[in-house]
């Protein structure tokens, strides 16, 4: 079964408005958690690093104005795009490390649609 | 965080073994390789993980060269629902393993 799970899996907002995706660890703690942005048959692209306790580190070219992340637990990351336009449409998807191994499991990915 | 190449695509049948490889002539010493799938509108989901040599889960075979400058997975006897997109990838923990950078992928067509 999943041990990332994201909610929810498709969310229709207006634009102007924020919307936010949880991204949980179901049965182990997380100290790190990742966010990819994927638009259709494109590969995942990696937008920020999620830090328990601490900000978040963002990629180049990445607003962190605009797609805010929290980080407030060891099994919880949410990922708030903010003031949303139909241009942030995409496929998001969270990742986090399963220790020991080592073992990155991804989520199963939150559609936003931006009308 | 070493780059890797892949084909963009490959076409197979039900039955036949694939091979898919992929190039990462920078990889470093701490470095691991790891494979993913991904269907559409789903996250990747992990396949096999190697270091070195081979490595041979239920599912795929993983084969690595003495240089660690690229490897093959290997899908025995694939079906339809093998249909998808494979990613390779590498990290090391102390250079980032977590943080993943996705190249092109291969996407796989497995017809009847």
């Known amino acids: 079964g999943a041990v990332v799970s994201q909610h929810p899996s498709r969310v229709i907002c207006k634009s102007g408005t924020s919307v936010k995706i949880e991204c949980r660890s179901l049965?182990?703690?997380?100290?790190?958690m990742f966010w990819y942005r994927q638009f259709p048959k494109q590969s995942l692209m990696l937008m920020a690093t999620?830090?328990?306790?601490?900000?978040?580190?963002?990629e180049q070219g990445v607003e962190k104005d605009k797609f805010l992340i929290n980080h407030a637990s060891l099994t919880l990351s949410t990922l708030t795009v903010t003031s949303a336009h139909p241009e942030d449409s995409s496929f998001y998807i969270c990742?986090?490390?399963?220790?020991?191994?080592?073992?990155?499991?991804f989520g199963e990915g939150s559609w936003l649609t931006v009308v | 965080l070493a780059k890797t190449t892949q084909p963009i695509s490959m076409d197979s049948y039900e039955g036949q073994e694939v091979n898919i490889t992929c190039s990462h002539n920078?990889?470093?010493?701490?470095?691991?390789i790891t494979w993913y799938q991904q269907f559409p509108s789903q996250g990747p989901r992990f396949i096999i993980q190697?270091?070195?040599t081979k490595v041979t889960n239920e599912v795929a075979s993983l084969f690595i060269p003495a240089d660690r400058k690229s490897s093959t997975l290997s899908l025995p006897r694939v079906s339809l629902s093998d249909t998808a997109v494979y990613y390779c990838?590498?990290?090391?923990?102390?250079?980032?393993?977590?943080?993943?950078?996705f190249g092109t992928g291969t996407r796989l067509l497995v017809s009847p």
């Open positions: 990838l590498v990290g090391g923990m102390n250079t980032g393993f977590q943080k993943l950078v």
């Open positions: 190697g270091y070195k």
């Open positions: 049965d182990f703690q997380a100290t790190t």
């Open positions: 990742s986090a490390t399963r220790e020991p191994g080592n073992t990155i499991y």
């Open positions: 920078n990889i470093a010493t701490n470095d691991y």
């Open positions: 999620s830090n328990e306790g601490s900000k978040a580190t963002y």
